[in-house]
């Protein structure tokens, strides 16, 4: 072996390394290999921004393999993801490598693929390149940026506004977009206007629909008819006059074909067509980027999903219009290649577009060997990028104008025809709220030419009012961002899922709605730190970041310049007390909390004592509204505006249909955990004992109204077979646990994450999570001695050694896979314990203390006795248990400190 290779995914490892021959050896980094550690210090601003990197176990680990595998190797190849995150990645695995020794008389080269093919993979290795320093700055000034807000806010938001969860500089102002758009909704006032329409008919006797748009000579502004005096008014005058045709306008229009998808057009469409989040659509594309299961072969199916660029490959674009040219014909072709320029200001950044890999893998001919979300996704972006070449529509679009004999009243009626269809054949973008869409392209107005009679038919006044702006979606949210500049769209999807994980928002029928912490947090950042959640200002340092990575910027002079003016800010809340912080936010807030009542009474009349006056008030737990009159009046209430919380009763228990395998009905119900769904009714056993039916909780986010009896059924079947590991080839199922779903393979298990489905995640996502899962307990061996196993077990407070009743901490410092078996037998005989059965306080179970010896070994039993003697005159067994718990207690505190 001469030559190692890196990249990110082990998913991706062993395709790669059939690509290139006995000559390379693959290995993973599984993402990041070190972080700054999450603690103040990590990032020094006094010592020009000095940083200190640290490396998890499962990092130092990779590394070890990785510098084991180029012992004998004659060239390293970083080849992680083509972005800056990958970029990153690349440089740290470089420089711990270098530290340890291990790249002396080593060739180290960067290398990049936009897919994972053969041509792609073996070209890169081809055309090496250095390390983009500039790329890596970059990385590095983005990272201590969000390092410094992130942990130098976050401790004032927490002293000033307890409760609150932290703040972040790309993740705050999203939350503030929220935030103002749901102020706009609440002082939304609507206002009234009508519109009138008539059924008119050709001479021929074909029916169409015109819409009023003058009256009494005057063209109608939306709100001219805002009664309904004046809307009967203007519907009488289109009754009284004789209708003619005044003017028929046609003319043929084109529409072109949107541009190949990047990630935030993605994330985008795959919201508004296929209902998924931005995570769910990244870790499916992540998949099928780094390739499934076809014919004995892991194929990678699209280009590389993390990208500000729409522009193609010559070659890809050739094959697109050649496969074109086959399945729809000449027509559809356009002269000449269509050339689509990214809006990327980073031309670093501005990679490939995601499309295909081979356009020949139609979604038809790879849907069986992908999972539901995987072919949806798939076929979204395989007709995207096809009708990208496409030729353009062509549509004839009409116009006529309706006339009294006065020309006093006048309407029009519009509609349109596709004369040819082009890239809409195959694909055409959707609209965000089918309110929103027009009906105008599907309407076809009859033959009529100028001064042909009409006749007329009914005629309608509608009233309607005005609506509020709509909530953002994730689409919606994400294209705002991208429209401001805000963050970059590979960070959408994380941003959006850290606003949701702390509780900021929640989604409600796909829309984000603020909760009441999270317009606290705006509320205070707007107050004290308007700078840096402003769109603008964030936008622009967005821009020095880019500048950072095209080398026209030095990033420490950008970082000295933000942390001289944040430092500032910072410091001027040192003397801010909560007490003027909950009345700013008391006014700020007001109309939110206290809206005005409908019979105009006061809404902060406190309905207790009717005398006090209720307002925002800080408990030691956060927020809440309380009476002004306290302790006199004890008055409060959650934080939250009346009638908000919801019907908890509105969910009502429903059938899904019949089990075919047992003929007993399916239902989902409401218990005190949640929703679930239930297999029949229950029975009794032989012994004629009542027997529980089968039940199984809904996964985390699933829709209850979306859930029908196929996913009840493989619900109830859990645990599902996930497949076999690629490497080790054992099985790997996914299953639903105490605390969520979560997959299981051997000894080892893994939660799933808040996105995963239990129900559909894949193989290369489920080897993904589980490659950083840690195995719970190893076995050794048999005892010499004693028989049985011996086992080294993971426990809350470090590993231990347990064979039957007996166990033995291991040495600080000493790791699970480092133990023989020679070695726990003489450790269990020195240093061992027998555990009996114990009883804790008020006779619970302890089994904390099998789990932990260390904590049992390290109690002070001694200085817990005289907690006792002077109980034991009153109550000595109720003072028995305090005892205990002090007790239990002092070691784990001394671990957390240490």
């Known amino acids: 072996m001469s030559n190692v290779v890196v990249v990110e995914s082990p998913a991706k490892a062993k395709t790669i390394e059939k690509y290139l021959g006995s000559d390379y050896r693959v290995l993973a980094s599984f993402g990041h290999v070190r972080d700054l550690p999450p603690k103040d210090g990590s990032v020094r601003p006094e010592e020009d921004f000095a940083m200190d990197w640290e490396a998890d176990d499962r990092g130092q680990k990779q590394v070890k393999a990785i510098a084991a595998a180029l012992k004998g190797a004659k060239k390293l190849y970083l080849a ?15 420089d711990m490598l270098a530290k340890s020794g291990a790249l002396r008389g080593k060739d180290v080269s960067r290398i990049t693929f936009n897919e994972i093919t053969k041509r792609a993979v073996q070209h890169a290795i081809a055309h090496p390149r250095e390390l983009d320093t500039p790329l890596i700055e970059a990385y590095l000034a983005r990272r201590a940026l969000d390092y410094l807000v992130g942990f130098r ?11 609150s969860r932290s703040a972040g500089r790309v993740q705050s102002v999203a939350l503030r977009l929220i935030c103002e758009r749901e102020a706009e909704i609440e002082a939304f006032v609507p206002r009234e206007y009508w519109t009138v329409a008539a059924r008119m008919a050709t001479p021929a006797g074909a029916p169409f629909t015109a819409r009023l748009t003058h009256h009494e000579g005057r063209k109608l502004d939306q709100f001219d008819l805002n009664t309904e005096a004046k809307a009967m008014a203007a519907k009488a005058a289109v009754e009284a006059g004789e209708l003619h045709v005044a003017s028929v306008e046609k003319r043929r229009v084109k529409r072109n074909p949107p541009p190949p998808f990047q990630t935030s057009t993605l994330q985008q469409e795959a919201s508004r067509k296929l209902g998924f989040g931005a995570q769910v659509t990244m870790r499916t594309a992540q998949s099928l980027y780094e390739g499934v299961e076809i014919g004995g072969e892991t194929v990678g199916l699209i280009t590389y999903m993390r990208t500000d ?23 559809y072709i356009p002269a000449a290649p269509r050339e689509y320029q990214s809006r990327a200001k980073n031309a670093q950044e501005a990679h490939e577009a995601i499309r295909p890999t081979d356009v020949s893998r139609t979604p038809e001919k790879v849907a069986r060997y992908l999972d539901e979300r995987q072919r949806k996704l798939y076929e979204l972006v395989w007709k995207r990028a096809v009708a990208s070449q496409m030729q353009s529509a062509e549509l004839d679009q009409t116009s006529v104008e309706i006339s009294d004999r006065a020309g006093r009243t006048k309407l029009r009626a519009t509609g349109s025809v596709v004369a040819f269809d082009g890239f809409l054949k195959l694909y055409r973008e959707d609209v965000d709220d089918a309110a929103d869409s027009d009906d105008d392209d599907a309407r076809i107005l009859p033959p009529m030419r100028e001064k042909d009679p009409l006749k007329r038919g009914e005629v309608s006044a509608e009233q309607h009012f005005t609506q509020p702006p709509p909530r953002y979606s994730e689409a919606s949210l994400v294209k705002r961002m991208e429209e401001l500049g805000i963050g970059r769209p590979s960070t959408y999807a994380s941003i959006l899922q850290v606003l949701q994980d702390r509780e900021y928002v929640t989604l409600d ?11 606290l947090v705006t509320a205070f950042l707007v107050a004290y730190f308007e700078r840096y959640v402003d769109t603008g200002f964030t936008a622009a340092l967005e821009e020095q970041l880019d500048d950072i990575s095209g080398g026209r910027l030095d990033w420490r002079e950008v970082m000295r310049q933000f942390w001289t003016d944040f ?6 809340t040192g003397d801010l007390k909560i007490s003027d912080v909950i009345d700013r936010l008391d006014e700020e807030l007001g109309p939110h909390f206290f809206p005005k009542a409908d019979d105009g009474s006061d809404p902060r009349e406190c309905p207790n004592c009717h005398q006090g006056r209720i307002g925002l008030r800080l408990g030691r737990t956060g927020a809440f509204i309380g009476c002004s009159r306290y302790p006199d009046c004890r008055y409060t209430r959650p934080l939250a505006v009346p009638g908000a919380e919801g019907d908890a009763n509105a969910f009502a228990d429903r059938s899904l249909g019949t089990d075919p395998a047992t003929g007993q009905q399916v239902t989902m119900r409401r218990g005190p955990y949640g929703i679930y769904v239930q297999l029949g009714e229950g029975g009794t056993d032989a012994k004629g004992k ?17 859930f029908d009896l196929d996913r009840a059924l493989a619900l109830l079947s859990m645990p599902r077979i996930v497949g076999l590991h690629p490497e080790t080839g054992e099985e790997i199922s996914s299953n639903l646990g105490r605390f969520g779903p979560y997959l299981k393979m051997g000894n080892l298990s893994k939660t799933l994450d808040r996105d995963d489905d239990p129900l559909t995640v894949g193989l290369n996502r489920a080897v993904a999570l589980l490659a950083d899962a840690k195995p ?12 049985g196993p011996v086992e080294v077990r993971r426990g809350r407070f470090g590993p231990f050694l347990m064979h039957g009743k007996r166990v033995a901490n291991l040495p600080r410092g000493t790791e699970m896979e480092a133990v023989t078996l020679d070695e726990a037998v003489k450790l269990l005989a020195e240093k061992g314990k027998e555990l009996a059965p114990m009883k804790g306080a008020k006779g619970r179970k302890a089994p904390a203390r099998a789990a932990a010896p260390k904590a049992e070994a390290a109690s002070p039993p001694k200085k817990a006795a005289p907690a006792r003697k002077p109980a034991a005159k009153k109550a000595p067994a109720a003072k028995a248990a305090p005892a205990k718990k002090a007790a239990a207690k002092k070691p784990a505190a001394k671990k957390k400190a240490g």
């Open 309 to 331: 660029g729409v522009q193609m490959a010559r070659e890809a674009i050739a094959e697109l219009r050649s496969h074109i040219k086959g399945a729809f014909g000449e027509d």
């Open 567 to 572: 430092s500032r800010a910072l410091d001027g």
């Open 509 to 519: 029928r796909r829309r984000f709605v603020p909760q009441d912490r999270g317009r």
């Open 153 to 163: 806010l976050s401790p004032v938001l927490w002293r000033k506004l307890p409760g």
């Open 690 to 706: 009542p027997t529980k039916p089968k039940r199984a909780s809904l996964p985390r986010g699933a829709d209850p109204d979306g």
């Open 80 to 94: 992680t993801d083509p972005d800056r995150e990958g970029e990153a990645i690349s440089w740290h695995v470089q």
């Open 776 to 787: 719970r307990g190893v076995t050794l061996g048999e005892h010499p001695a004693g028989g």
